[in-house]
């Protein structure tokens, strides 16, 4: 069955730094669209970023553009979000979530069929 593991969170200060991994497992990785999304306490599920199958087309919130970075590693199945210049409005659950490529790009969690199980951040001094 699919998996996919987060893993990166962690409690960091202001203006820091963290990266977020997510290892999938169960499908063929390059054959879909990866995403990261993010849920703080009594929200909803915000996109954060996407990025398509070959990694050459990537696409963020307006929130994290310039902050956050997607990449990913189709021979190791993994991919990652590169967060840097923290803020406490950054603080959530991160999740990744899967689509096939064949699908299109979306920023829409209803649009991805495969989810982790979350990763928290927590940006506080």
């Known amino acids: 069955q699919v998996q996919l593991v987060e893993s990166g969170g962690g409690l960091v200060q202001p203006g820091g730094s963290l990266r977020l991994s997510c290892a999938a497992s169960?499908?063929?990785?390059?054959?879909?669209?990866m995403g990261w999304f993010r849920q703080a306490p009594g929200k909803e599920r915000d996109f954060v970023a996407g990025i398509n199958w070959s990694g050459g087309s990537t696409y963020y919130a307006d929130s994290v553009k310039g902050r956050f970075t997607i990449s990913r590693d189709n021979a190791k199945n993994t991919v990652y979000l590169q967060m840097n210049s923290l803020k406490p409005e950054d603080t959530a659950v991160y999740y990744c979530?899967?689509?096939?490529?064949?699908?299109?790009?979306?920023?829409?969690?209803?649009?991805?069929?495969?989810w982790g199980q979350g990763t928290q951040v927590t940006v506080s001094s």
């Open positions: 169960g499908l063929t990785f390059s054959m879909y669209t």
């Open positions: 979530a899967a689509r096939p490529r064949n699908r299109g790009s979306s920023s829409s969690a209803t649009d991805y069929p495969y």
